[in-house]
């Protein structure tokens, strides 16, 4: 069984910065693409970063130049690196990952739990 398991997440006043984690752990054959999503409250989760197995880094326009992935393939772990915090990035910060796993003709898609982040002064 595939599991993605975050960290880090909190509160921080605006212009702070925090640091994701997030583990991937099962029968993983390859990891394409690790990465992360968020939720705001009444608001549809919304892609803010990916980074794929070779390095090349996706973001979207809200959090370019303030946001900053990594990932260890070795460890099957991404981390996301925020700083210059608005409150508009408050947020339930979800992990993805498109796996090839054993018993699995085809990658899938898979998701941590969330974790909370909350910008506020």
């Known amino acids: 069984q595939v599991q993605l398991v975050e960290s880090g997440g909190g509160l921080v006043e605006p212009g702070g910065s925090l640091r994701l984690s997030c583990v991937a752990s099962?029968?993983?054959?390859?990891?394409?693409?690790m990465g992360w999503y968020r939720q705001a409250p009444g608001n549809q989760r919304e892609r803010v970063i990916l980074?794929?197995?070779?390095?090349?880094?996706f973001s979207e326009n809200p959090v370019k130049g303030r946001f900053t992935i990594s990932r260890d393939n070795a460890k099957n772990t991404v981390y996301l690196q925020m700083n210059s915090l608005k409150p508009e990035d408050t947020a339930v910060y979800y992990c993805?990952?498109?796996?090839?796993?054993?018993?699995?003709?085809?990658?899938?898609?898979?998701w941590g739990r969330g974790t909370q982040v909350t910008v506020s002064s």
């Open positions: 993805y990952a498109q796996l090839s796993v054993v018993g699995a003709r085809i990658p899938r898609d898979y």
């Open positions: 099962g029968n993983i054959i390859t990891n394409y693409v």
């Open positions: 980074i794929t197995e070779g390095g090349s880094v």
